[in-house]
């Protein structure tokens, strides 16, 4: 599932498009949520202390409505991709927040309880450089993944997106598809 939401950037949809395609993706379903939106977007006060880019129980909602396709589709399992540093930063995005959902989807549905469904997040334990490290390990195009929450054709580089992809491939020591295209970046000569 891909969500679109007020100030995702339309190439991140793009790019979740054609990461699905390579994947082979039997069914990529796009859930529209034009009037979630983004803390950036909402200017209240509540907000001042959040990123720019948090959606208030973006989680919450995103995995409810997973569940429903869960239901749908008689799913044991949904897979998330946050990681430990998501955890850090977003309350929504921790195992323990995570284990409750999980319970509530349970106690919530007759479907789901049936067939045991799980949250898995495989990548959860993992610093945003470890699951570089991995993705490269397993052959994962990087060259399709999209970090940038600006719009355009290219990465701006200078967005909390880019800056924590920057972060994240220098720890790994692995050389970024896109950066190295663009020109760019620690490890180019290498």
């Not at 995702?8 to 395609?21: D, H, N, V, Y």
């Amino acid at each position: 599932m891909t969500f679109e939401y007020s100030g995702i950037a339309t190439r991140e949809l793009k790019a979740a498009r054609e990461i699905a395609q390579t994947a082979g993706v039997s069914e990529h379903r796009f859930v529209r949520l034009p009037d979630l939106r983004e803390a950036g977007d909402i200017y209240r006060e509540t907000f001042r202390s959040m990123p720019f880019t948090y959606i208030p129980m973006r989680n919450a909602i995103f995995y409810s409505l997973a569940a429903s396709y869960a239901e749908e589709v008689g799913a044991e399992v949904m897979v998330g991709g946050h990681n430990r540093d998501d955890a850090k930063t977003f309350a929504d995005a921790a195992p323990a927040f995570f284990d409750e959902l999980e319970s509530a989807f349970l106690v919530g549905s007759p479907i789901l309880k049936k067939k045991r469904t799980k949250i898995f997040l495989p990548l959860s334990r993992k610093t945003k450089a470890q699951v570089v490290k991995l993705a490269c390990s397993l052959g994962v195009p990087l060259r399709l993944t999209w970090s940038c929450h600006g719009e355009g054709e290219s990465h701006c580089w200078e967005c909390d997106g880019c800056l924590s992809r920057i972060a994240a491939f220098e720890k790994a020591r692995v050389l970024d598809p896109l950066k190295s295209r663009q020109g760019g970046g620690k490890f180019d000569k290498q």
